[in-house]
């Protein structure tokens, strides 16, 4: 065995990850080999060197605390919409008592035309956008890759979804996942305010601002359905509705709703 | 509370014990990647969130903290994704090639076990430098390796990529830390510079042929 190749392979002799019988004779190589002995040395002081420098670092205190409030957060909003779903009675009709004591309603959304057909399929929209938000299903696209959320609703969609952002730092965006608004394609975005869950679903009807009414905040036009004394209000945005619901008080959403960069 | 609430309190316990001998790995690790104490903070607590949400996923028995770290490595590769692009200046035909001996006899000498408390603060300082000078990967690998104290086979998990690659990365990451860390040492004359003595390098697929046609 050469000089050469045991000095080439001296860190995985010091890491012991080399095979059993080719450690055995580096050993033996080494026992031999001042020169060696002397590249051993230094590797492996170097490596305890290493260790002490650049190693030894203590996390901040406050920051495992900060970790577990923010698990203890997510476990609140789980537990919340789980509990909901247990109470949900089936029919849709019967569910608006609950679902506003649960939350208010925004949604933000962009229809041009209004046909005929359509207060009742307005109103299973808007349930559908309650329900989608309570029953919270798990996001298929986690919110680090935003390039990724692009990509995943390619094909899913008829329009091209990019998720709203939005001034207020608060406002946190954690997943997406491709969703049905009644017979409609649609994409639900999740977004956390101050640990509550607000969902925000994109999907093209023009039944659902049908009956509703407007309001312009911050310049904007908004449109809104009063349920059971929540809201749901509408923005328009190219031809395609951003439906958001949370448990947020009606001026906030109103905020939220003229504030989302929309943009596609 | 409700029954939900409760099974979720009990498993965040669990998930909660097992993490938090872990956290001062996440945080070191974190900070050397990002090199910002806000950043680390940051990149730390979205690991921690995606790990809790994917703990029923973790193989009882296997190694929580190489789990761990696997998840923060991807989350920050996944947030940065400036990877890929340095993975090929790390691997690729444009890496630079390092050979064996990239030190002289001379300065190895000079490097090893420094006597007094004053050297080895010197010579650990120039050693971050030189740390700091390295590649998000390269330096990703020296933690892994040498300070988290990881196997080559809970690197390869980390990083996503095999136990082969894994050599010849880390070696290479050595190796650049070495040459930077001459660098400074002569700079701060702890070393002469002295580069005779360098020898020839030997490409490592030399040697895992050889290993192979041996057994």
Same mark, same amino acid.
């Given at each position: 065995?050469?000089?050469?190749? /045991? ?13 059993? %019988? ?26 305890? @060197? ?5 190693? !030894? ?9 900060r ?52 207060? $009742?399929?307005s109103?299973?929209?808007? @349930? ?7 029953? #919270? ?14 990509? $995943? ?24 996942? $491709?969703?049905?608004? !009644?017979?409609?394609? %649609? ?23 049908? &009956? #509703? ?10 449109? $809104? ?5 929540? /809201?749901?209000?509408?923005? @328009?945005?190219?031809?395609? &509705?951003? #439906? ?7 001026? /906030?959403?109103?905020?939220? %709703?003229? &504030?989302?960069r929309? #943009?596609? | 509370? *409700? ?18 001998p872990?956290l ?12 910002? *104490? ?30 761990l ?7 920050? +590769? ?21 050979g ?20 080895r ?6 050693i ?29 998990? +980390? ?21 930077s860390?001459?660098?400074?040492? +002569? ?13 020839? *390098?030997? *490409? ?12």
């Open positions: 065995m050469s000089c050469k190749l /045991v000095r080439r392979h001296l860190g995985a002799f010091v890491d012991g990850e080399l095979d059993p %019988a080719t450690q055995i004779e580096f050993e033996r190589h080494l026992e031999a080999c001042p020169g060696c002995q002397e590249h051993l040395a230094f590797e492996s002081s170097l490596r305890r @060197q290493t260790r002490e420098s650049i190693g !030894g670092i203590h996390a901040p205190e406050h920051l495992w605390g970790a577990v409030r923010r698990l203890a957060e997510l476990d609140e909003a789980r537990a919340e919409h789980t509990s909901l779903i247990e109470v949900r009675p089936m029919r849709w009709r019967q569910t608006w008592p609950i679902a506003a004591a649960a939350a208010a309603i925004l949604i933000i959304g962009g229809v041009v035309g209004l046909p005929e057909s359509a207060e $009742y399929q109103a299973g929209m808007l @349930q559908d956008v309650v329900n989608l938000h309570s029953q #919270a299903l798990p996001s298929d696209v986690q919110a680090e890759a935003p390039q990724e959320v692009v990509r $995943y609703f390619q094909g899913k969609t008829p329009f091209p979804v990019q998720p709203a952002t939005f001034e207020e730092p608060g406002m946190k965006f954690i997943g997406a996942r $491709y969703i049905r608004v !009644g017979a409609q394609p %649609a994409a639900a975005l999740y977004y956390i305010r101050d640990g509550r869950r607000v969902t925000l679903l994109l999907f093209q009807s023009s039944e659902i601002v049908r &009956n #509703a009414q407007r309001t312009h905040v911050g310049g904007r036009e908004l449109y $809104y359905h009063d349920v059971g004394g929540n /809201v749901v209000t509408i923005r @328009q945005h190219g031809g395609v &509705n951003y #439906a958001f619901f949370g448990d947020l008080d009606r001026r /906030v959403l109103f905020q939220l %709703a003229a &504030n989302a929309v #943009a596609h | 509370m *409700p029954r939900k609430s409760k099974k979720l309190a009990a498993e965040r316990q669990l998930f909660e014990v097992e993490a938090r872990h001062d790995a996440l945080y070191s690790m974190a900070l050397r990647l990002t090199r910002s *104490p806000v950043d680390a903070e940051d990149l730390v607590q979205d690991t921690l969130v995606r790990a809790y949400r994917f703990y029923d996923r973790f193989e009882a028995g296997t190694n929580f903290k190489a789990w770290l696997r998840i923060q490595m991807n989350t920050f +590769v996944n947030r940065y994704r400036r990877a890929s692009r340095e993975r090929q200046v790390f691997d690729g035909p444009m890496a630079v090639p390092v064996e001996g990239v030190m002289s006899r001379a300065s190895m000498r000079g490097l090893t076990d420094p006597v007094g408390d004053a050297q603060r010197l010579i650990g300082r120039e971050q430098h030189a740390f700091d000078e390295l590649s998000d990967e390269a330096r990703a690998m020296v933690l892994l390796a040498d300070v988290e104290e990881l196997s080559y086979k809970e690197i390869a998990d +980390v990083v996503g990529c095999p136990i082969g690659t894994v050599m010849s990365r880390l070696h290479r990451a050595r190796k650049q830390l070495q040459t860390l001459q660098k400074h040492a +002569v700079q701060l004359g702890i070393i002469e510079d002295d580069d005779t003595d360098i020898e020839d *390098p030997i *490409p490592l697929e030399a040697f895992r042929s050889r290993k192979t046609v041996k057994s």
